[in-house]
């Protein structure tokens, strides 16, 4: 059962249309890689899957739950279907501890109200725990937890990076979205970066979608891979297709 | 768990709160604290719960509003109508003001809230201006004459417990995941509403919030000077409260504290000369941004205080020991 089906998927900003017709299924627990030249709408198609536009034409279905163009459903909603994100330009919460960014992935499963919070009632204590406990845990998993009190903006940036993926996986999500993970990466870092994706896929159960131009991680993770060129899915199919697909090799190098 | 409200440093803050308390009332008794000094703590208590309640919108969640005089307004008119023309005890007049100001802060909070930046500023500027023109347009509370004869009720006990009540709670609202999620738009709206956030909510709920705490000064101010007249709370005051705010530290409580308490006593001394109290205040703002940019206090709050720590780590109270 494809853990994501999106069909006829449009999307047009004034008179440019940056995705137009795509059409592509997504099976549980794959990892799939999303390239393309810049401009060429991975980021747009990222910013409709988490609800941040809503699409001019076409739909998602994302684990029987439809959403359809009309109905304009809120980007915080979007995490109760389980999809989570991490950005291109990485955005955490710069002044806000290690720890509290974590939290605040946890948002959605803190259950007290504001008269606990503000009488701290002992559910506000018990609940506030649970979830230390479980960020922490998280944190240790990414070599983070001693820096948990630390302020996010004052990290190295693949901790940074590292942090994102964390506070992403705090919502407990079933589809992780990845925009460019190793953008500045050293090649090391892409390394280690590389066996960390495919390491919490199977520790998390994951069905993982990244954004990435560098080659080598893609061609290494990735399953399956879709390509985008002018709003327009050119082609998919395994690295070693994609590779020698003519269509592609004309998209990134030019040609005939 | 449960134990924690009995934990070493509640107990230590518990006593200094009720020492404070006692150490003041009975100077006050004695004479040692005469009219004049009582005036200005009364004055320091109303600019801290408006400045905290303030600090919770703007410093916190990051919605820069330059009305909330206007929330003050409206909580110290429905406290004057409720004690003088309805004879109502002055709990019900700060209940009113409370829930009256409240009201208005959701009423403008959820089409406003949905601008952003300098336009935001300009939206709640306007609306201060609108509370101020409908208060002179008004004959039943008397116009621009205002209204007069006001019973006096507010003093050293009622100031105090209300600012208590007012830190404490704010206090607790921002170390709660509610808090976190304000700051968290504050710091980035996109990734805080990607984690599930609802920010329209949040950011309306900290404005409600705000203006709740801004009614309740406003209560304690018509309370005490017997008259309240719609320019007391114009454009002036609004950037007033900002100025002890964005002094104090934005995003810090203890720092609007400390903000209300140098800042009320500066302009105390400056009374005798009330035309150079706003290039004082101008220099005094000048020299914090060139010195100390994140304002007084900067990121240091309650919870950093060493007095109320255990062990040296932030958070002490979420951890559980």
Same mark, same amino acid.
């Given at each position: 059962m494809p853990v994501l089906r999106v069909s006829n998927l449009s999307m047009s900003f004034g008179g440019i249309k940056a995705l137009s017709n795509i059409n592509l299924e997504v099976e549980r627990g794959e990892i799939i890689g999303l390239i393309g030249p810049n401009g060429a709408g991975k980021t747009t198609f990222f910013n409709l899957l988490t609800g941040i536009y809503s699409p001019t034409e076409g739909e998602i279905e994302y684990n029987l739950k439809k959403r359809g163009t009309? %109905?304009?459903? %809120?980007?915080?909603?979007?995490? #109760?279907? #389980?999809i989570s994100r991490t950005f291109q330009n990485i955005r955490l @919460?710069? &002044?806000?501890?290690v720890l509290e960014n974590v939290l605040i992935g946890f948002h959605n499963n803190f259950r007290y109200g504001l008269g606990a919070s503000v009488l701290r009632l002992p559910f506000f204590y018990k609940n506030e725990k649970e979830a230390y406990i479980e960020a922490m845990n998280l944190l240790s998993i990414f070599s983070l937890s001693d820096k948990a009190?630390? @302020?996010? #903006? &004052?990290?190295p940036y693949g901790e940074q990076r590292k942090l994102e993926i964390a506070r992403a996986l705090a919502a407990e999500p079933q589809l992780l979205l990845l925009d460019e993970p190793a953008a500045g990466m050293n090649p090391r870092e892409t390394q280690e970066l590389m066996e960390l994706i495919k390491w919490i896929k199977d520790r998390f159960n994951l069905t993982i979608i990244l954004i990435e131009h560098d080659m080598s991680l893609v061609m290494n993770v990735c399953k399956r891979i879709f390509v985008f060129d002018y709003g327009i899915l050119i082609a998919q199919g395994t690295p070693q297709e994609i590779q020698n697909n003519p269509a592609v090799i004309k998209a990134y190098l030019g040609g005939e | 768990m449960n134990t924690n409200l009995f934990r070493r440093r509640n107990i230590l803050s518990l006593f200094i709160i009720v020492f404070l308390y006692i150490a003041v009332q009975l100077m006050s008794n004695l004479g040692i604290i005469d009219s004049y000094i009582m005036l200005n703590l009364i004055i320091i208590g109303i600019n801290i719960i408006l400045a905290v309640s303030l600090n919770l919108i703007t =410093? *916190? /969640? =990051?919605q820069f509003s330059l009305g909330h005089a206007a929330f003050m307004s409206i909580g110290a008119y429905a406290s004057a109508i409720a004690t003088t023309k309805l004879e109502q005890p002055f709990i019900v007049g700060i209940l009113m003001a409370a829930v009256s100001a409240a009201v208005a802060g959701v009423i403008i909070g959820i089409p406003t809230l949905r601008l952003k930046g300098d336009y935001l500023a300009i939206a709640t500027l306007g609306f201060g201006e609108i509370v101020r023109i409908i208060g002179l347009n008004v004959d039943y509370v008397g116009g621009a004459t205002g209204l007069n004869?006001?019973?006096?009720? /507010?003093?050293w006990t009622w100031i105090y417990f209300m600012v208590i009540a007012t830190v404490l709670i704010i206090k607790n609202f921002i170390n709660s995941y509610h808090g976190r999620a304000c700051i968290a738009i504050k710091e980035d709206e996109i990734a805080a509403e990607a984690m599930g956030v609802n920010t329209t909510y949040y950011k309306v709920l900290a404005f409600t919030i705000g203006a709740l705490f801004a009614g309740i000064a406003g209560a304690l101010y018509a309370n005490y000077f017997y008259f309240i007249k719609p320019d007391s709370f114009g454009f002036m005051k609004s950037i007033d409260i900002l100025v002890i705010v964005v002094f104090g530290g934005m995003g810090s409580i203890l720092g609007s504290i400390a903000g209300a308490v140098v800042l009320s006593i500066i302009s105390a001394f400056l009374q005798s000369i009330p035309e150079l109290r706003m290039v004082v205040y101008a220099v005094i703002l000048f020299l914090i941004m060139v010195y100390r940019p994140n304002g007084l206090? =900067?990121? *240091?709050?309650l919870k950093d205080l060493k007095l109320f720590r255990k062990g040296g780590k932030v958070n002490a109270g979420i951890k559980g020991e």
């Open positions: 009309s %109905k304009n459903i %809120k980007p915080h909603k979007i995490i #109760g279907y #389980g @919460f710069k &002044n806000m501890t009190d630390e @302020f996010a #903006g &004052n990290l | =410093g *916190f /969640t =990051g004869d006001i019973p006096q009720y /507010t003093n206090l =900067g990121k *240091f709050d």
